[in-house]
T-cell receptor, first 116, second 112 residues
Framework: GAVVSQHPSWVICKSGTSVKIECRSLDFQATTMFWYRQFPKQSLMLMATSNEGSKATYEQGVEKDKFLINHASLTLSTLTVTSAHPEDSSFYIC????????????FGDGTRLSIL | EDKVVQSPLSLVVHEGDTVTLNCSYE??????LLWYKQEKKAPTFLFML????IEKKSGRLSSILDKKELFSILNITATQTGDSAVYLCAVEGPYNTDKLIFGTGTRLQVFP
């Protein structure tokens, strides 16, 4: 159980394009999902906390107008990188957590975004 | 400032060796400490520790938490090449949230 699916797994696109990444909890409901960014050989950095039915909470230094998050249902959160530029190239990973006490975050397989 | 520090940064061993990975933390409102294994894709969950002194075990992997000294260790016995990965330690709970703060990870390479 506790499977998180992320799509697409790899995106290559031109500078200025907007890219949408989906994160789904396949066999459980998740009121809260998280979006992380990981640069090569570095650890995961939390970008934002996505709450179903309300606005996302962004970490300091993350532009909310650049990284749009929508958590429209208990099983789906989306991250849209708007007008992407080469410096946005990174590995983006989502996670979801069961709505019960003492549950770990379960991660999707990540999306590798390359902006040319 | 909340932080999670892992050591060593990297480790190279031969199959059959036993390794110990370390994680120390300073986090406000600690709730739990988690260990993840990351190979090529996203992290996979290994252990979640909330209480001091209680060892969690899964096959050749085990982990324990010391909340007084603010650290945890992850042990892997009889290592195999399939154990090669980055092992991430994360602490949950800063500011009473579900947020995780990750350490930089320990890169383990196991050679035959």
């Amino acid at each position: 159980g506790a499977v998180v699916s992320q799509h697409p797994s790899w995106v290559i696109c031109k500078s200025g394009t907007s890219v949408k990444i989906e994160c789904r909890s396949l066999d459980f409901q998740a009121t809260t999902m998280f979006w992380y960014r990981q640069f090569p050989k570095q650890s995961l950095m939390l970008m934002a906390t996505s709450n179903e039915g309300s606005k996302a909470t962004y970490e300091q230094g993350v532009e909310k107008d650049k990284f749009l998050i929508n958590h429209a249902s208990l099983t789906l959160s989306t991250l849209t990188v708007t007008s992407a530029h080469p410096e946005d190239s990174s590995f983006y990973i989502c996670s979801a957590i069961l709505d019960r006490d003492n549950q770990p975050q379960h991660f999707g397989d990540g999306t590798r975004l390359s902006i040319l | 400032e909340d932080k999670v520090v892992q050591s060593p940064l990297s480790l190279v061993v031969h199959e059959g060796d036993t390794v110990t990975l370390n994680c120390s933390y300073e986090v406000t409102n600690f709730r739990s400490l988690l260990w993840y294994k990351q190979e090529k894709k996203a992290p996979t969950f290994l252990f979640m520790l909330t209480s001091s002194g209680i060892e969690k075990k899964s096959g050749r992997l085990s982990s324990i938490l010391d909340k007084k000294e603010l650290f945890s260790i992850l042990n892997i016995t009889a290592t195999q090449t399939g154990d090669s990965a980055v092992y991430l330690c994360a602490v949950e709970g800063p500011y009473n949230t579900d947020k995780l703060i990750f350490g930089t990870g320990t890169r383990l390479q196991v050679f035959p």
